[in-house]
Each structure stands twice: as C-alpha cells, then as structure tokens.
C-alpha cells in the first residue's frame, strides 16, 4: 500500500519507504533515490585502492556495475541491501569474493524473474536455486530427447513409406544408417544426462552461477553431444576419417554407434579432439591436392 504515516513519519513509496522530517518536506523521486543509491555504493570503494585493484575484483566490480545498470530502478532500490553488501566484500582487505559472488548471483536470479518475454519464463523453470535448476533441466533434456527421438524414428518411416516405389534409394536407406544415426543421437542424450549427473556437485557449488545460468548449462550439454555425434557419424560414414576398430557396417555396427553416442554426451573432450583431429586430416589432406606455385619445372620445356 501507498501513502503516508504521520505517526512513523514514514511515506511508503512504491520503491521503498522514505522518512520525512515533517508532512511538508518534499519526499525524494525514484531517480533521486536510485541516483543516491549508486552515489553511495561508488563511495564505498572511496580510499580502497589496494583491494580493489586486483584483477578478480575489478571484474566482479564491473559485473556488478552491470547488473545494477540492468536491473529496473524499482528492483534494485528493493535490494539495496545486498547490493551494499556485495560492496562492501569486494571493498574488504582482504575482499571476500565468493561471498560477493554469490550475492551477485541472488541478485542476477532476481533480475530474471523480472525481466519481460522468454528471461522471465526461464527462471520460473530454473526456480529458486541451483538444485532446483538442475533438476527441471535435466527432466526438461529427458522429455526433449524422447521426443527429439520419436520424431525422428516417425519421420524415417514416413519417409520409407513414400519412396518405396523407387528401389535403389529405398535400398541405400535401408542399407542401416538411419538407424544406426537415431541410436547414436539417444545415446548421445543419455550420456549427456549422465554426464551431468556426474558432475552434478560442479554446477551446485558455483557461487556465481545464479539458477537460469545453471538450467541453460545443463540443458544445452546434450543438444551439443547430439549435434556433435551427427557430425563424427557423418565423417565416418564419409570415409574422410576413420577410427581403428569402428567398423559401422558390420554386425556390431549398433553397439559401436550406442558407445560412439555415449562418449559424444559423456565426454565432450572426446568429441571436441575427434572434430580437431578430422579437421587437421582434411587440411593435410587439401593441401596435398594442391599443385606447387612457381619453381622451376624440369620437364616443361
């Protein structure tokens, strides 16, 4: 509720209560108060340059500035407190960064609940802490997967269905690669999900991780693995780069897509070496097709 109290000499703004001296004195706008707010936030790093010149504190200074410069004036004059707070860890000798972290990150959670359009939905998923992100977006990728996975699998049968006429790409379809694909994509998904259940305890105890930031961490892993194992399946099925022991037209071709899978979702150095490693091959072997430029040639006469 808006308005004033005489008794408590209190007028009870929208943004927070200002006390008056009497019923006359003019009652501060939000600019006001929010320019008196960021006033007072910079006077505390005043006479401190010894701990504020360090390189760590500097940026999470600047992230702070930020978050401030982003945040709706109403919202950051409601959490003026933790905003001084943070201000003044960072101003301590020694600063104290994990505490002024993870204010920061309270108060970034804070900012995307009140940000308009698709941000505000993201932290409604993500929820109020970082277990709780982890958790919706693991539920989130296992849901996403299965349909991913379904549609998918729905649409090669549609696509068998239609061409069943022509014989010579109705044998090249079924010859195993499609399958073989879809096999490779669900374990990509599963060893992202277990993946992140492994390393679960990394994404709770990052203090600068505010929950939306957790969510989107874990939800993009296994869209990444599934991405990168279409493209290691590509290679291979190409011929450009081949991997001792993967053979992916024999009887085991499904067991060695469903750990290729695996490894792209558990392991994204796996997969980031194999792009790297099939990448240096094709640029050999580009530049070996390339004839010399100038020289003398013997047999030209």
Known sequence: MTGFDERAGRYDAPGGSVTVGHPGQTVPSLVEQYDAMVRDLVRRFDGRP????LPEVEAEIAMLIGLLTEMPRTLALE???HFELACD???ADPPKLIAARTLRSRLAAANYRAAPGFTRVLAILAGNSRLSAAVSALITVFLMGLAVIALMAAGHRALLREIAATSTLMQSLQDGSVPLLIIAIHAA???GIVSILARIQDFLTDPAAAPPVVFVSVIRKPFLAASFV???FAVLK???VSIRGIDLTGPAAPYLAWALGFLCGFSERFAEDFVDGAGETLSVR???TVPPQGGH???RR
Do not use: C, H, K, P
């Open 286 to 288: 580009g530049t070996s």
């Open 50 to 53: 010894r701990s504020i010149a």
């Open 79 to 81: 959490n003026r407190i």
């Open 189 to 191: 998904f599963l060893g």
């Open 230 to 232: 279409v493209l290691i």
């Open 238 to 240: 190409a011929g450009l």
């Open 89 to 91: 860890m960072l101003a």
């Open 297 to 299: 040639d013997e047999n």
